[in-house]
């Protein structure tokens, strides 16, 4: 009997588990689709649901159905947040889209360093990495600093 009470709770609970599990369903997207390099570096996802995708050819835009393509260089990386996306380019540098007009401009440029990975932290911050050190921008202020990384010969 209470091998019986075992089997029933394990059977029902794993028919709840395989119930909750969704289904996933992948597109193969390529140049082919509009994608405008088959070499992706980095993808990410804003809050109004475009995927941003940063490729060997430029920085786009992805609703769905069509890309909309912004720069000329190589993306590094690319974040999202809120209304802004940052991202690096070829040129090493941190330059900002605003998604309501799809204008951009550069923030950080190759003088003050440039970057090829960009974080976005939880106080709003913009982190990026460099040849020589890690930048941290303030959204706020326009302002940023480096921290340089120790010279190494290896």
């Not at 597109?27 to 509009?34: A, K, L």
């Not at 649901?49 to 920085?59: A, D, E, V």
């Not at 912004?70 to 941190?94: M, P, R, W």
């Amino acid at each position: 009997m209470i091998m019986r009470t075992w089997l029933l709770l394990l059977l029902s609970f794993s028919i709840e588990l395989s119930a909750q599990i969704p289904k996933l369903t992948f597109e193969y997207i390529s140049n082919r689709e509009g994608l405008p390099s088959n070499d992706v570096c980095w993808a990410t996802e804003d809050d109004k649901g475009f995927l941003w995708i940063g490729t060997r050819r430029c920085l786009a835009r992805y609703d769905g159905y069509a890309f909309k393509q912004f720069g000329f260089t190589k993306t590094h990386s690319v974040v999202a947040d809120s209304n802004l996306i940052y991202f690096t380019e070829e040129s090493f540098q941190l330059k900002v889209l605003d998604i309501n007009n799809l204008s951009y401009r550069p923030l950080i440029g190759e003088k003050d360093g440039g970057g090829y990975t960009v974080f976005l932290d939880t106080k709003g911050r913009v982190w990026l990495s460099d040849r020589d050190g890690i930048i941290c921008y303030h959204p706020k202020t326009g302002k940023h600093k480096k921290y340089p990384l120790k010279s190494t010969t290896f």
